[in-house]
Each structure stands twice: as structure tokens, then as C-alpha cells.
């Protein structure tokens, strides 16, 4: 499976910030991260991209920042994960039958990827669906996800808009869960509440058995 390499180069905005990264703290991460979970998984939880003070900094996906305070507790509650969350990569969490990755492997600025950023990431995202043979659900966080993953599996945004709670037959064998992002913003501002949130990933939960 075709991975970034820790110098990637394609995107030179994001490059230009990781150097910054690295040379403000050289003991976090700063490079591409890596997807959690193995690739025989039935569910892939796709975010955005990693947080500055999370994922760029610890190396695991939506670890060490708010949104995987939700992400997480909620996967172990609905089982898709073992073990206790402690914001930090050797929490000895580990996923069950669960895998997650970003749309966008590089921390953008402002948490914010351009378009052609989006794009050219998402050649990784498709290795990594292909790759993934039992693969049977996909939990979109956030619009700018949903719309990678649509690209991703070849289908037109007009036939799968994004709705928090919304599920969509993509192919005969795969459904795209939408969810708002689990981020702190869209909490305190009431948009998802953890109830929300975990009505999606129990939708999934009784859809995969």
C-alpha cells in the first residue's frame, strides 16, 4: 500500500509548516500520520486532517486533542476499540475491527487544506480503501471527508450530499456514514452533541453485526 514518507513533498504549504513544527518542537511528530487500526477492519473512520496539538504531535490519529475525547470514548462504548483513552499513543488503546486515517495526512494551516491539497492526499486514501478487502463501512467526519471519500469511490457529490446522521449505498458492498467532525467548536456550539454522535457510530454498530 502506497503511504506518504515522512519528507513528503507533494504539497509545499504543508511542507513549509511541518518545518516550522520542527523547528518550534522537535520531539512532537511533525510528519504525515500514519492511519490506526489494521487493514482487515470492516469500519474506516475518515477525519480531516491531524491537529497541531493532537495527531501532529503524538503520530496517532485524533490523539492528544479534544476530538478524540468523543472519537474514542465513543468507539470503546459501541466496541470498536479496547482499553482506556489517555490522549497519548501508548495508551494501549487498541481498535476492534476499526481502522482510521484523514483525508489530509499533513496538518494544514489553520486547520485548513486547499483543494488541491485534498486531491493530491487523497491517491493514499484510495491505496488504502483498495487495500482494505473486507472493508463494509465508512464514518465520514466532516464535509470536506465525505466528499474525499465520494471522490475516492468514484461517485458523483450530487447523488451523496453530506447530512450528519445520513447514510449512503455507495456501492453494493459499502456505505458512507456522515457525521459532523467530532471537533471542541462544533461541541461547545451545540452542532454535535454526544448523543448525536453516538447515535451515527450505534447505526453502524447494529449495521455490522
Given at each position: 500500500m502506497n503511504t506518504p514518507s515522512r519528507n513528503c513533498a507533494l504539497?509545499?504549504?504543508?511542507?513549509?509548516l511541518r518545518e516550522e513544527c520542527r523547528a518550534a518542537e522537535p520531539d512532537w511528530f511533525n510528519?504525515?500520520?500514519?492511519?490506526f487500526g489494521t487493514l482487515d477492519a470492516k469500519l474506516l473512520v475518515v477525519g480531516l486532517a491531524p491537529g497541531r496539538n493532537g495527531a501532529n504531535r503524538t503520530g496517532r490519529p485524533f490523539t492528544g486533542d479534544y476530538a478524540?475525547?468523543?472519537?474514542?470514548?465513543t468507539l470503546v462504548a459501541k466496541g470498536f476499540a479496547r482499553g482506556t483513552y489517555g490522549e497519548r499513543p501508548d495508551d494501549g488503546l487498541t481498535l476492534v475491527d476499526c481502522r482510521i486515517t484523514n483525508a489530509v495526512r499533513c496538518l494544514p494551516p489553520d486547520n485548513k487544506p486547499?483543494?488541491?491539497e485534498i486531491r493530491t492526499c487523497r491517491q493514499y486514501l484510495i491505496d488504502e480503501i483498495n487495500a482494505m478487502t473486507k472493508l463494509k463501512a465508512i464514518m465520514?467526519?466532516?464535509r470536506v471527508a465525505h466528499e474525499s471519500v465520494v471522490a475516492t469511490l468514484g461517485g458523483k457529490q450530487r447523488h451523496f450530499p453530506f447530512a450528519h446522521g445520513a447514510a449512503h449505498h455507495v456501492t453494493d458492498h459499502l456505505t458512507l456514514f456522515d457525521s459532523y467532525h467530532c471537533s471542541r467548536y462544533n461541541t461547545n456550539t451545540g452542532r454535535l452533541t454526544t448523543e448525536m454522535f453516538e447515535s451515527?457510530?450505534?447505526t453502524i454498530r447494529e449495521r455490522l453485526g
Open positions: 504539497c509545499p504549504r504543508l511542507v513549509a510528519a504525515p500520520v500514519p492511519s478524540g475525547v468523543l472519537l474514542y470514548n486547499l483543494p488541491l465520514a467526519l466532516g451515527v457510530v450505534q
